[in-house]
C-alpha cells in the first residue's frame, strides 16, 4: 500500500478537504485512480470540496477480492453522509456506485440537489459485442497482473486509448503508475468490477431514477471502450431529466479539460 504521508487517512475517513463554506460537493475517482486525478473537476467549484480514496486506493486497505457496486455506493454514501454534501461527482467507478444510489434511492440521496456521472463504466448491463472485449480485455490484464508485467499492463491500458493520446508523455506516466499499483498493492482486488453491472433490479431502480428531485448531469466522450456512449446515453434515457454532453475522444481526463471545466462550471455553479 502507498506510504504517501499526505494521503488522507483513516482517521479522516480517507477524505482529503479543501475550501470553505457551502455548498459541499463531494468527488469519487475511478478505479486504479486517486484523489490526485479528481482534484482538476473541482477547479473552480465553490464551497468545501471532499476528496475521497475508495478502498484499494491511495493506501486504504482493500475489502477482499470481488468488489461489487452495492460496496462502493456504502462507501460513498457514508462519505456523503460524513461530509454533509449535497452534491457528488464520480468518475466512472464512483459513477457507477452514485448511480447505484440513485436506482435504489438510497436515505443519502434525498440530500442530494446535484450529481454529476462522469465517464459511467456500466449500468443495467452492456451489448454482447462490449461484454465480450470486456472479458477478454480483463483475462489479459489478469494475466499480466499475475506475471507482474508492468510494461505489459501499461501497454494493454494504452490500447484502449485514441492513438493520439497514448503518445502522449503525461498519460504514459499516469498509466504506469496506475500498473504499479495493480502489482504492488491490494487494487487488483477489483479488477472484476469492470464485468459488474451497477444497477441489478431495473424494474425498481426505473422508478428510483425517474423520481430522483435532484438535478443529473451525465458526461462522457467517444471512442472509449472502457465508457461507451451507449452507456451514458441509457443512464440519460432513465433519467428523463437529467443532461447528457458528449465530448470528442480523450477529451475528458487530457485534451478538453477547459470544456470539462465549462461544464462542470455551469452545471454546479
Not at 36 to 48: A, L, N, Q, V
Not at 61 to 86: C, F, K, M, R
Not at 113 to 137: Q, W
Request: glycine residues 10%.
Amino acid at each position: 500500500m502507498s506510504t504517501d504521508l499526505n494521503l488522507p487517512g483513516p482517521e479522516s475517513g480517507y477524505i482529503a478537504t479543501f475550501g470553505t463554506g457551502d455548498p459541499h460537493t463531494l468527488f469519487g475517482h475511478g478505479f486504479a485512480g486517486a484523489i490526485r486525478d479528481t482534484r482538476p473537476f473541482g477547479t473552480g467549484i465553490t464551497g468545501t470540496r471532499h476528496f475521497l480514496h475508495l478502498p484499494g486506493h491511495g493506501g486504504r486497505p482493500s475489502p477482499g477480492p470481488g468488489w461489487t457496486y452495492p460496496q462502493i455506493a456504502e462507501v460513498l454514501a457514508d462519505a456523503v453522509s460524513t461530509t454533509s454534501a449535497s452534491r457528488a461527482l464520480g468518475v466512472s467507478m464512483s459513477a457507477g456506485g452514485l448511480l447505484h444510489l440513485l436506482s435504489i434511492a438510497h436515505p443519502v440521496t434525498r440530500g442530494l440537489d446535484k450529481v454529476a456521472l462522469v465517464l459511467p463504466a456500466s449500468f443495467t448491463g452492456f451489448p454482447a459485442e462490449v461484454a465480450a472485449a470486456n472479458r477478454c480485455y480483463l483475462e489479459r490484464l489478469r494475466r499480466l497482473v499475475a506475471d507482474e508485467d508492468i510494461d505489459g499492463i501499461v501497454e494493454l491500458m494504452l490500447s484502449r486509448e485514441p492513438a493520439e493520446v497514448a503518445q502522449m508523455i503525461p498519460v504514459r506516466a499516469w498509466t504506469k503508475a496506475k500498473a504499479e499499483n495493480l502489482v504492488r498493492t491490494d487494487m487488483s482486488d477489483g479488477l472484476g468490477l469492470a464485468l459488474e453491472n451497477a444497477v441489478a433490479d431495473t424494474e425498481s431502480a426505473a422508478e428510483n431514477l425517474r423520481t430522483f428531485s435532484g438535478d443529473v448531469l451525465v458526461l462522457t466522450h467517444v471512442d472509449d471502450p472502457a465508457h461507451p456512449v451507449a452507456v451514458a446515453e441509457d443512464i440519460h434515457r432513465a433519467i428523463p431529466t437529467s443532461r447528457l454532453e458528449v465530448l470528442p475522444a480523450g477529451s475528458i481526463l487530457w485534451r478538453g479539460r477547459h470544456d470539462v471545466r465549462r461544464i462542470l462550471g455551469t452545471f454546479f455553479d
